[in-house]
């Protein structure tokens, strides 16, 4: 089923041709359907590589989704056009009186402020407790989710000596739970970030469950019991090429940077990147959108 997009969101030219089923927005609403309504507040500074990650797996799904992109407006971005921003965001005034079946809170490069330094920490802190009570189900990824963990369960992070950076492999900590259903028993997933989370600090949470770890990488994945928030520290949803343009980026600007793990062959830079998450992550969407949002929201929020 399609993902419902604004027309000439730059998104939909690349995911048609992909062959991701976009709807026009003038099908969409003749339709005698109830789409689910995802908000997806968009904290990258590349905004529109972000939303076409996140749009490229909402859309392979087979539930019709009706996507709002949400942005901070106590903070001005540098690198996505104010054009961009005017014709395609909306800020929380602007959905003050909405419900939505879901929503996903993306990662920031902020990783190494404290949180309170973040300037937009105060409308982010607004916009999670409004989530509380107008959203079914948030998805927090990478920063996203230790900021959501530090302030809704004051789970704090911890900067690592080194970039985690790389492709990692995972185990399973919760087999039964349904947003791993159908997952290996190991499988792989990127990382980006100079922070982490523990899992000890998560275990001191009675609400909160670790459903999967990496032996390298640390934790991946949490979820409230009632599935009602799910934290997930790593980048399922990067591009086969996102890594090495944060590789070649911090190079060029001399920042001390790895190779990525496990991600070109033979550890060669020269060579094609090797793509060992997809599976996982198209399973990862699909299991948050069918158990967590589509077979839990009511038909009528009201």
């Known amino acids: 089923m399609p993902i419902k997009i604004p027309d000439d969101l730059p998104a939909a030219e690349i995911l048609s041709n992909e062959n991701i089923f976009i709807m026009p927005e003038g099908k969409a609403v003749s339709q005698d359907i109830r789409p689910l ?11 529109i590589d972000t939303e076409t990650q996140l749009l490229r797996l909402l859309g392979n799904t087979p539930l019709q989704v009706d996507v709002t992109l949400l942005h901070t407006t106590t903070h ?42 973040v300037d937009y920490w105060q409308e982010l802190q607004e916009i999670m407790d409004w989530s509380k009570t107008n959203v079914y189900s948030t998805l927090h990824i990478c920063w996203g989710a230790q900021a959501g963990l530090y ?10 000596p ?16 349904s947003l791993l259903r159908g997952f290996d028993d190991t499988y792989f997933a990127p990382h980006s970030r100079h922070t982490e989370t523990r899992v000890t600090d998560i275990h001191k949470v009675d609400e909160l469950l670790v459903l999967s770890q990496s032996a390298e990488a640390g934790l991946y994945m949490v979820a409230t019991k009632d599935g009602r928030q799910i934290f997930v520290t790593g980048h399922c949803e990067y591009d ?14 001399q920042r001390p940077i790895e190779v990525p793990v496990n991600y070109f062959p033979n550890n060669d830079p020269s060579q094609p990147s090797l793509v060992q998450w997809r599976g996982h992550a198209n399973l990862l969407y699909f299991n948050w959108l069918n158990y967590f949002v589509y077979q839990v929201t009511p038909y009528d929020w009201t």
């Open 151 to 160: 302030h809704h369960y004051g789970v704090p992070k911890y900067e690592l």
């Open 37 to 47: 309504r995802v908000l997806i507040l968009n904290l990258m500074p590349t905004k």
């Open 76 to 117: 001005n971005p540098k690198h996505t056009p104010k054009e961009h921003l005017s014709r395609f965001y909306i800020g929380l005034d602007e959905v003050r009186n909405q419900r939505f079946d879901g929503m996903i809170i993306t990662g920031a490069p902020v990783e190494l402020l404290d949180f309170e330094e």
């Open 162 to 177: 080194a970039k985690m950076f790389g492709v990692f492999r995972h185990s399973i900590d919760e087999p039964g739970h």
């Open 240 to 253: 086969p090429h996102t890594l090495k343009t944060e590789y070649d980026r911090d190079v060029r600007l």
